[in-house]
């Protein structure tokens, strides 16, 4: 088989969510949509559960998945329903479910579901993304209240530039939520892991770290202390000795300014390696860095091994983890860690910690 795979260190995503919830203070709802962020969310699930307030998905489908696989702790369902006939699911499976629009409302407003919903309703405080406004909030609140149909409703908003140091829009988003729920009971919930890092001020009852679990610090200048948890490794298939001025993989982009000794590693963008990264981008091979050259391709790529006499077919390579920061591929591609994450497909799945 193809020794390529994505290490998943559980010890390592526990000491994530344990350092979330201290540094927030209160309860911590573990996100895992998108499949944990590419890192397996049943696998993740299953070993955050002893510790974890509960979970948070993007859709029904992702919490019908964990409810099938035993997870019991609260599941949170962040774009709540599409249509009313998906409400008796969420009764069934006892989920928790955001409500970001009135279509939402009007669909508890007409439900007979049987028992209380547990809703979080969400406001838009400035990201003018999903939730109700801020003048239409309080009159949301009361409907659902007066609706019979729910419990709890926990109070919400998503920051927009929480990564964003002393960033003026995020104070004003804080000032906003707070000042609409003044005088409405009930749970609040603000922080993202930005939020939860970078902003105490937004501290209340419920953090939603998601990225942070990951190991991939969202302010990675600061030093946060969280671990990595995804090693993508593969090894080098083959290696080829070049004269200077000849070129390697498609378009020819790289060109060997001296003899080179190119290895070729088994990873490529079909496993979500990223295609955009130029030459010169960092890898490390039997724990040493070394860099990129040529373009990746589908189901490989090539790295400079001519500073790397000893390495050679078998050599290990790390594309990300602990010797390299998601965060710095990510920023060579021109994109960010939650991207890079979600899109690993392919490789070999391979868990310790348990
Ligand atoms: C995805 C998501 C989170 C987690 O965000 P991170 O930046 O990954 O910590 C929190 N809240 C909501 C509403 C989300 O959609």
């Given at each position: ?236 298939m083959a290696v080829r000795e070049i004269a200077a001025g000849e070129p390697v993989g498609y378009g020819a982009r ?101």
């Amino acid at each position: 088989m193809r020794p390529t795979r994505a290490l998943i260190d559980l010890d390592a995503l526990r000491h994530n969510y344990r350092l979330a919830r201290t540094l927030h203070g209160g309860r911590a709802l573990a996100v895992v949509k998108a499949n944990a962020y590419g890192h397996g969310a049943i696998a993740c699930a299953r070993a955050l559960e002893p510790d974890a307030d509960g979970f948070a998905v993007a859709i029904l489908e992702e919490a019908l998945s964990l409810r099938a696989a035993g997870i019991q702790k609260p599941v949170l369902v962040l774009e709540g329903v599409f249509s009313a006939d998906e409400l008796p699911l969420v009764i069934d499976h006892d989920l928790w479910i955001v409500v970001h629009h009135a279509g939402q409302l009007a669909m508890i407003e007409a439900a007979t579901p049987g028992c209380a919903l547990s809703v979080w309703l969400k406001m838009n405080s400035g990201m003018n993304r999903a939730g109700f406004e801020p003048s239409a909030y309080a009159h949301a609140w009361q409907r659902l209240s007066a609706s019979g149909k729910v419990g709890e409703i926990t109070l919400m908003t998503h920051l927009a530039r929480a990564d964003e140091p002393d960033e003026e829009a995020t104070r004003d988003q804080i000032e906003t939520f707070d000042a609409v729920t003044k005088d409405l009971p009930g749970p609040r919930s603000i922080s993202n892991s930005a939020g939860i890092l970078g902003w105490p001020d937004g501290h209340r009852s419920w953090a939603r770290p998601g990225i942070m679990l990951y190991g991939a610090d969202p302010m990675p200048a600061e030093g946060h202390g969280v671990r990595p948890v995804m090693s993508l490794e593969s090894t080098v298939m083959a290696v080829r000795e070049i004269a200077a001025g000849e070129p390697v993989g498609y378009g020819a982009r790289f060109r060997a300014p001296r003899t080179t000794r190119v290895g070729l590693v088994a990873i490529g963008y079909a496993d979500g390696y990223p295609r955009a990264v130029p030459d010169g981008t960092p890898v490390a091979v039997d724990g040493t860095l070394t860099r990129i050259i040529g373009r990746v391709s589908m189901d490989m790529l090539t790295v400079d091994l001519t500073d790397l006499p000893a390495s050679g077919p078998g050599s290990r390579v790390e594309l990300w983890g602990n010797e390299i920061p998601v965060n710095r591929i990510a920023q060579a591609a021109g994109t960010i860690a939650y991207e890079l994450l979600c899109n690993v497909k392919r490789v070999q799945f391979e868990y310790t910690g348990y």
